[in-house]
């Protein structure tokens, strides 16, 4: 691996990361139909519109009764109790249940008023339209009363909120359609290298395919990100590249400029980052993904000039790019990093280290089965902080690959 050879001490990850979310533009809210907020994040606290259930209600199959006429608990001391005919209105509005009577409920059914208690059917008798309870039912067993899961002005879903199907239902059965959401984060991808050419065309002596493109727009859109491009493979030439950021500028919010982030003669990543804003870092302390720069422009947004270098594009895109954009879409507390213990040691680093691993479960636990592997192969990138000497079996923090 190439050693870096600059003198001046490059960001931790940390401090990278804190300067590109400290200047990421904030995000404005847009309602959605609830199908096209799935993985969106809440930019409001909801309250419940009305109350849920809105009636009260059968939470099983049997039959409404009123507990005060079902005798003392005792099933030899039971009433019997006459069952009332079946109405077509029970569902929209019940009839009061006359005294001494119960009334046949389905499950979600509105109780009749005066019941206050639904008998299972496998826990009575019915015969000759009389009911004999053969279980005792305490007041209100198998009923949900108005209101017992939210009361009108209720939060139930709170801002920041990234949802899922469940919180989609949950809206849903309030009888919202829509939900106000942050607005995806619109990122543009450029891509520039001399020697790239598109998959799916011929590739001369010297040159090789695009792989770059693909990775950054798959790992983007999996982010939540509205991706512009990426075109065709721009050409190593800094005035181009200088004019197709500063396009993107008009619209998108991030510029993620891949190749050309190093110090060759034809790598104008960090010229280009002066060019149209200020450097907020140059380099950071990690292993790969090193070359990665990042830049503010006078507007707030962020330009960032990424390794070209596959493996170390995608380990950037995880550990600076996957948590500015997940900063910029949610308020909410990170979820915790899954983890794993390793099979064999690794030695120590003067930066933070992301080791492409392959993982499996063993007996419940979960252990690196390979250590290095390709990254385009590996399950997780392990996080192996700097300076430490890790034994086999020493637990690591995961950033998952999906
Ligand atoms: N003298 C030094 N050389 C290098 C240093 C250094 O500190 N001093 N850093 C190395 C590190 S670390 C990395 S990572 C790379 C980053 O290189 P660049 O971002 O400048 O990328 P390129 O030079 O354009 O390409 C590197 C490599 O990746 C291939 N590549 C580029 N783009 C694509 C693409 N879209 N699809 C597939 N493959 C791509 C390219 O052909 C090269 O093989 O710099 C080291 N050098
Ligand atoms: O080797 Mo570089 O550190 O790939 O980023």
Redesign the pocket.
Known sequence: ??????AIASPSVDEALAALIDTAPTLDTTEVALHAALGRTLARTIRAPRAYPPFNRAMMDGYAARHAELGDGNPGNAAALRVRPASDSDHSAPHPLPAGHCAAIATGAPLPPGADVVLRRERVNVSAGWLHVIEPASPWADCETVGAVAMPGAPILSSGTILTAGHLSLAARHGLATLPVRRAPRVAVL???D??IPPGEPCPPGS??????I?LQATLTRLGAEVVGPAA?LA?HLPTLEAAVRRQLADADVVCL???????T??F?RALLTRVGTTLFE?VSM?????TSAAATPDGKLVI?????????LTALQVLVRPLLEAMQSSAAATPAPCARLVSPIGPMNAARYLPVRLECRDGTWWTLEQDVEAEYADALAVIPAHRTLDASTPVNLIALR
């Open positions: 691996m190439t050693r870096c050879s600059c891509v520039t290298g020697e790239l090789i395919h695009d792989s770059n493109s990775l493979p190593d891949i190749g050309g982030s190093s110090v060759g034809r790598d990543g380099g292993r790969p993904g090193r070359p000039a990424l390794p070209g270098r596959p493996a170390a594009l």
